[in-house]
């Protein structure tokens, strides 16, 4: 089926279509309506030297050794640190600890970004059910990055009064009400729904012709069939008083001196009469003559 011939099956069933259509908005609307809202809490994160790390180190006396520093507090260092934590923050491991107390909802790191020469910063989101849980699902997520940070930094020997810390930058924003299952939801029943109608209209169209006709078939027959066994009946009926008129007229005609001969001369005029007629003497005939022509 092209095109053509399917837009020419809608417009001839207009009112199966303006069904079908009506049906697809309503489940779309209710899907809309029906659409369950995301609450998304959003920070910023940042990576920054401790206090004491920035502190200058005091001139040491001649003759003595440096004391250990951190080796990302070199250049580049801070942004090595954020790229790493956000990246474990976005782990399945990590995510579970810190959606362990929240079942419904979600969070995530995005890419660091460097504010400095040892500051960087990432931006952590958080999706939930539940409007009050975003704020705690970002505390905990805060946690999760400052653990993961102190353990990168005490894998290379960082000592405890010169690590690099990550804060809360900027105040929590949100939750912003948004309904991100909601167009695909709708997406779907309409597309869905239209298919499914146009499918429905097509099959109607070729079943309604069908039924109509039949229908009429069933009608015909009912009306031919009584007035058909009729006729025939009265065809016979007729030829049967006529051949019985017939004998009686032409007895009576004959007269008294002759009575065998108008009786013979009736009877012939009869089966005369029923052969015109497709009678029994016409079946008998037929059933003499197939006998003759077996015997034969």
């Known amino acids: 089926m092209t095109?053509?011939?399917?837009?020419?099956?809608?417009?001839?069933?207009?009112?199966l279509t303006v069904v079908v259509a009506a049906l697809v908005a309503l489940a779309s609307r209710a899907a809309w309506v029906q659409a369950q809202p995301q609450y998304e809490t959003s920070a910023t994160f940042l990576v920054t030297p401790s206090v004491a790390l920035s502190t200058p180190l005091p001139e040491q006396a001649p003759g003595t050794q440096p004391g250990s520093r951190n080796p990302f507090s070199l250049s580049g260092g801070a942004g090595t640190l954020a790229a790493t934590v956000s990246t474990a923050l976005n782990t399945a491991p990590v995510q579970a600890e810190v959606l362990g107390a929240f079942p419904e909802a979600a969070f995530s790191a995005g890419d660091s970004l460097s504010s400095g020469a040892a500051r960087t910063y990432f931006r952590v989101s958080a999706s939930t059910a539940d409007p009050a849980d975003g704020p705690a699902v970002i505390d905990a997520a805060l946690q999760a990055a400052s653990a993961q940070l102190q353990e990168v930094q005490r894998r290379v020997q960082a000592p405890d009064n010169g690590l690099f810390i990550v804060i809360q930058s900027t105040p929590t924003d949100g939750p912003l009400?948004?309904?991100?299952?909601?167009a695909r939801a709708v997406g779907a029943v309409a597309l869905g729904g239209l298919a499914a109608g146009v499918v429905l209209v097509?099959?109607?169209?070729?079943?309604?012709?069908?039924?109509?006709?039949?229908?009429?078939?069933?009608?015909?027959?009912?009306?031919?069939?009584?007035?058909?066994?009729?006729?025939?009946?009265?065809?016979?009926?007729?030829?049967?008083?006529?051949?019985?008129?017939?004998?009686?007229?032409?007895?009576?005609?004959?007269?008294a001196g002759t009575p065998e001969r108008a009786v013979r001369a009736g009877e012939a005029r009869r089966e005369d009469v029923d052969l015109r007629a497709g009678g029994p003497a016409a079946r008998?005939?037929?059933?003499?003559?197939?006998?003759?022509?077996?015997?034969s």
């Open 3 to 15: 095109i053509g011939s399917l837009v020419r099956v809608l417009a001839h069933r207009w009112y």
């Open 202 to 255: 097509v099959l109607l169209d070729l079943l309604l012709p069908l039924l109509a006709a039949r229908r009429t078939a069933r009608r015909t027959g009912t009306r031919r069939g009584p007035a058909h066994d009729a006729g025939h009946d009265t065809a016979h009926d007729t030829a049967r008083d006529t051949a019985r008129d017939t004998g009686h007229d032409t007895a009576r005609d004959a007269g």
């Open 284 to 295: 008998a005939a037929r059933e003499r003559a197939g006998s003759t022509a077996r015997s």
């Open 177 to 182: 009400e948004l309904y991100p299952d909601r």
